[in-house]
Each structure stands twice: as C-alpha cells, then as structure tokens.
C-alpha cells in the first residue's frame, strides 16, 4: 500500500510539475555571432513572453551596435521536451553597416532548464533555407528576471509594440461589415478647433488620384484601447468625437482638380489607453486602394494629402 501511495505522490508531484513549467515572464540575456574572420559579434537581448497554454507571445527587443530593434514574436512551447520555438524573425545580419541594414529571417529553438538558482533559455537561431551560406546561425542565452511582474509586463509589452509598431490591415472579410458612416460637413467643437491651431502638424503621406472623388475608412491600427478623434479637412473640422475601433469610420469626399489638393488632418482628442493616438486610413478611388497610418498626441497631428491628377489639355 505504501509503494502505491508513494508512486501516486510522485505522478502528482510530476503532474504539478509539468503543468507549473512556463516561459511566461521577461527574460534577458545576450546572444552571439562568430564572424568569417572568426571575430565574436554580440547582441544584447530582452524577451517578454506571454505562455497562455496553447501557443506563445511575446516582444523581441535587441540590440547590435547602434540599433535597437523590437520584433513580436509567436511560438510554441513543448512542455514535455521543454523546448521553445519561434519561427520567421528578423535579426540584423551581423556584416550590416549602418548605411545598409541587411535582414536574416531566423529561426530558434530553445531549451528551458529550470533549477533554483534561476531559469534560462538556451539555444539558437538558425537562418532559413535561402539565407544559409550568408547568415551564420546565433548562440542564444537568456535568463528569466523572477522580480519582474510577469503577466504585467508581458501583456504591456505586446499592447504598446501593437499600438507603436504593428502594421495592421483589416481582414478581407471585416473590410465589407457595417461602417460608421458619416457626412462630411463644417460641426462645431471650438475646443478642437482652438487645440488644433497650437499642435505641430505631421504629413505622412501624400497621394495623387486619378479620380473625382474617394472613399476614406478609419480604423483603429493598433489596440483597440479607446482612441478617440476629429477630423480636418483643408483646416475646418468635418468630423468629431469619433472612436476608433476594427469598425471603420466612413465618408466620401469629392476632388477638385483646379485646387492643389485636400489635406485630412487627424486630430487626437485623447490618446486611448495606450499613446499615441494611431490610425489605418484607407483611400478607395475607383479601382485603385491606397493605406496610410497616422499617428497623433497631444502636440502634433497626422496629415494625409490628396491630390487629383490633372489631365493635359489637347491642342489640335
């Protein structure tokens, strides 16, 4: 009866064991790289991973030299080989100059060893099929910071590197589902108004069409977290009090080809639970799809100009 107990105990205490082992949390570290010439190249290293079970996300920040790089990052952790791998990220090729970046899409595999003077992951990133004479594989050893709030900072992490870096389209069958739609005509809201004067003004991009008028859809570009906006068009508010979300916020504007061109500017009214104030614009003319994101705060407002081509009158 004992010898029962005794192996019941021990599956439990394994059972506990496998179920406890995670790679949820921040993790630093250094990663390194032998040279053709046999020189060491070094990167320093922070991964913030979220283990919910199923799969593996996280953020990448790295540094090589003078650059700083923040990547997301989805894997999969293998509890029984206790094994992390993620799979397509961007590393600096260790021979790029600061005139040329080159990119090595890599791929690792990585060996969790827990003990109780500390957790580390260990292990390499190997280049894909068509990188493997030019980009050399990368040592990697990181080590789990227990005095950081775990679930804190990795879920902060993944929502400001959403709302800062993420380029984000609208899936295919979301483009069609019912927008916000509204007419553009002078509203009033004197405090955007009086705001917008004193905010710096940011182009980000400016477009010539050839059409006679466009679409715009507003979306949200990174976390939906509570963005809230107004709209400029050649400097007199069209649009307020709107929120971004994954639902667009619709309305066409005609284009004059006798004036230079129609500048939409977007004003923050607040910056959402996550700054800055981020937004995928996009412009429908005829056939033709154009994306632009914006970026807003408190100082400074994103700007997008449309142009309509003019077209060359015949002499006969």
Same mark, same amino acid.
């Given at each position: 009866?004992?010898?029962?107990?005794?192996?019941?105990? =021990?599956?439990?205490?394994?059972?506990?064991?496998?179920?406890?082992?995670?790679?949820?949390?921040?993790?630093? #570290?250094?990663?390194?790289?032998?040279? @053709?010439?046999?020189?060491?190249?070094?990167?320093?290293?922070?991964l913030i991973l979220n283990d919910n079970?199923?799969?593996?996300?996280?953020?990448?920040?790295?540094?090589?030299? &003078?650059?700083?790089?923040?990547?997301?990052? &989805? #894997?999969?952790?293998?509890?029984?080989?206790?094994?992390?791998?993620?799979?397509?990220?961007?590393?600096?090729?260790?021979?790029?100059?600061?005139?040329?970046?080159?990119?090595?899409?890599?791929?690792?595999?990585?060996?969790?060893?827990?003990?109780?003077?500390?957790?580390?992951?260990?292990?390499?990133?190997?280049?894909?099929?068509?990188?493997?004479?030019?980009?050399?594989?990368?040592?990697?050893?990181?080590?789990?910071?227990?005095?950081?709030?775990?679930?804190? @900072?990795?879920?902060?992490?993944?929502?400001?590197?959403?709302?800062?870096?993420?380029?984000?389209?609208?899936?295919?069958?979301?483009?069609?589902?019912?927008?916000?739609?509204?007419?553009?005509?002078?509203?009033?809201?004197?405090?955007?108004?009086?705001?917008?004067?004193?905010?710096?003004?940011?182009?980000?991009?400016?477009?010539?069409?050839? /059409?006679d008028s466009v679409r715009i859809s507003?979306?949200? &570009? #990174?976390?939906?977290?509570?963005? %809230?906006?107004?709209?400029?068009?050649?400097?007199?508010?069209?649009?307020?009090?709107?929120?971004?979300?994954?639902?667009?916020?619709?309305?066409?504007?005609?284009?004059?080809?006798?004036?230079?061109?129609?500048?939409?500017?977007?004003? /923050?009214?607040?910056?959402?639970?996550?700054?800055? &104030?981020?937004?995928l614009m996009i412009v429908e003319a005829?056939?033709?799809?154009?994306?632009?994101?914006?970026? %807003?705060?408190?100082?400074? @407002?994103? =700007?997008?100009?449309?142009?309509?081509?003019?077209?060359?009158?015949?002499?006969?």
């Open positions: 009866m004992k010898i029962v107990y005794r192996i019941l105990i =021990s599956l439990l205490l394994l059972a506990y064991t496998g179920k406890a082992q995670s790679v949820s949390g921040y993790w630093y #570290g250094s990663a390194f790289v032998t040279g @053709s010439q046999g020189t060491q190249h070094n990167y320093l290293v922070e079970g199923k799969s593996v996300q996280g953020v990448l920040n790295y540094y090589f030299r &003078n650059l700083y790089r923040s990547v997301q990052v &989805n #894997g999969l952790f293998d509890q029984k080989e206790q094994q992390l791998v993620i799979e397509k990220i961007p590393l600096v090729y260790y021979g790029s100059v600061s005139q040329m970046e080159v990119d090595c899409e890599m791929n690792g595999a990585f060996k969790l060893v827990t003990a109780r003077a500390g957790s580390t992951l260990s292990g390499m990133w190997k280049p894909d099929e068509q990188y493997k004479y030019t980009c050399p594989p990368i040592q990697l050893r990181i080590s789990l910071d227990r005095e950081q709030t775990m679930n804190d @900072s990795a879920i902060n992490a993944i929502r400001n590197w959403k709302e800062e870096f993420q380029v984000w389209t609208p899936p295919q069958d979301e483009t069609g589902q019912t927008a916000v739609t509204v007419t553009p005509r002078p509203v009033k809201n004197f405090v955007a108004v009086q705001q917008q004067e004193t905010r710096d003004k940011e182009l980000a991009e400016e477009i010539e069409l050839d /059409a507003l979306y949200d &570009n #990174g976390e939906v977290d509570g963005d %809230s906006i107004s709209v400029f068009l050649n400097k007199k508010l069209i649009v307020t009090h709107q929120r971004l979300s994954t639902r667009p916020i619709r309305f066409t504007l005609p284009l004059d080809s006798l004036v230079d061109y129609v500048e939409l500017i977007m004003f /923050a009214e607040n910056l959402g639970s996550i700054p800055p &104030n981020t937004a005829g056939e033709k799809t154009y994306q632009v994101r914006l970026s %807003s705060t408190l100082e400074k @407002s994103g =700007s997008v100009r449309l142009k309509r081509k003019r077209k060359g009158i015949k002499v006969r």
